[in-house]
């Protein structure tokens, strides 16, 4: 098995432009998280999906964020306009039933906005 | 509300030294445990998760994890750390609310000195 797949891994734009992030959960798995690492907040659940259905989406940071997960998959997360405090590593994790099983995370994606 | 606490941000042990990591919940019911490491420039994995049972939990890359109760401990080990395990670590503790949610602690990296 190929393991979560993120793209990009690296990204690095200016203030005010779109940012999408990218994630491919494991095959079969049917719950799929993001979460946001930085040296200040540490490690942060931004949204959580249980068979494409949002279930918990209380860590999104704000209206900018937003993420869709059209099916089994795929999922992004989308950041408009992005700030320079959006810089961070963005993980994407899958499980197979809804978290308490073991997450797998994928590479992650550090994105550096200027 | 459930939290999650690692009381050290760094530790430092020499090669071959026996290594503790701590780690303390805030959880009103029966929680699910987890340890993750994340090497650097890669994705949480994780080690070793309690859910019930034996309190004493054994993982991979020869860690192990106790469940203590009454003191809301759930406190990772090794008995001989090798300089491969020099990472950071995660402590998360999980919980039903509405869906699933993991917490993650703050982590604690871990230096291996030779």
């Known amino acids: 098995d190929a393991g979560v797949i993120q793209s990009p891994r690296h990204e690095v734009t200016e203030m005010g432009q779109e940012v999408t992030l990218r994630c491919k959960p494991i095959s079969g798995h049917n719950s799929l998280f993001w979460y946001r690492q930085t040296m200040m907040r540490g490690l942060e659940l931004l949204i959580y999906f249980n068979n494409n259905v949002p279930i918990d989406d209380s860590g999104m940071p704000e209206d900018r964020f937003s993420a869709k997960m059209p099916n089994a998959s795929f999922s992004t997360l989308k950041i408009q306009p992005s700030e320079p405090r959006d810089s961070a590593v963005y993980f994407c994790?899958?499980?197979?039933?809804?978290?308490?099983?073991?997450?797998?995370f994928g590479p992650g994606t550090r994105l550096l906005v200027l | 509300a459930q939290s999650v606490t690692q009381p050290d941000i760094h530790i430092t042990v020499s090669e071959g030294a026996s290594l503790e990591l701590r780690c303390n919940y805030s959880y009103g019911a029966t929680p699910y445990l987890f340890w993750y490491v994340q090497s650097p420039g890669q994705g949480l994995q994780l080690l070793l998760k309690y859910f019930s049972g034996d309190t004493l939990v054994q993982g991979i890359k020869g860690f192990e994890a106790e469940f203590k109760r009454s003191q809301s401990s759930f406190n990772l080990r090794k008995p001989s750390v090798h300089w491969s395990d020099a990472a950071e670590y995660f402590c998360a503790v999980g919980a039903r609310a509405g869906g699933f949610k993991t917490i993650f602690g703050a982590g604690t990296r871990l230096f291996v000195k030779a």
């Open positions: 994790a899958s499980s197979s039933s809804g978290g308490l099983e073991t997450q797998y």
